[in-house]
């Protein structure tokens, strides 16, 4: 009768077999994932920078969650300076391309 407590060969190399399989899809993904930021940043940094100005606002609303936990009536609102809601004005249509591209529409 064959140990039960130590894995079979071929399910070991069956295993070893599927982690890797995992391993090159998760290299192949990070590469295309990285080719396409860096395309994207080529083509409009403007637009990358105001994306990443917008995702912090939303970011540190996030943070104050609490504060609206504890009073629901204010809600959850973010807000810019007006220098920035100009700059971001100024590059919106890039922004919305960009979203765009990350299935977003806007």
Same mark, same amino acid.
């Given at each position: 009768m064959?140990?039960?407590?130590?894995?079979?060969?071929?399910?070991?190399?069956?295993?070893?077999?599927?982690?890797i399989t995992v391993a090159k899809d998760v290299?192949?993904?990070?590469?295309d994932a990285l080719k396409f930021l860096s395309g994207v940043e080529k083509k409009s940094p403007a637009a990358v920078a105001a994306f990443g100005v917008v995702l912090g606002a939303?970011?540190?609303g996030l943070g104050d969650v609490q504060t609206v936990a504890t009073n629901p009536a204010q809600g959850f609102s973010v807000s810019f300076d007006? @220098?920035? =809601? !100009?700059? &971001?004005?100024?590059?919106?249509?890039d922004v919305? @391309?960009? =979203? !765009?591209? &990350?299935?977003?529409?806007?």
């Open positions: 064959p140990d039960q407590t130590k894995p079979q060969t071929s399910e070991v190399s069956k295993l070893k077999g599927a982690l290299d192949i993904a990070a590469t939303v970011a540190k007006a @220098a920035t =809601a !100009a700059d &971001l004005k100024g590059v919106w249509t919305v @391309a960009l =979203a !765009a591209t &990350l299935g977003i529409k806007l």
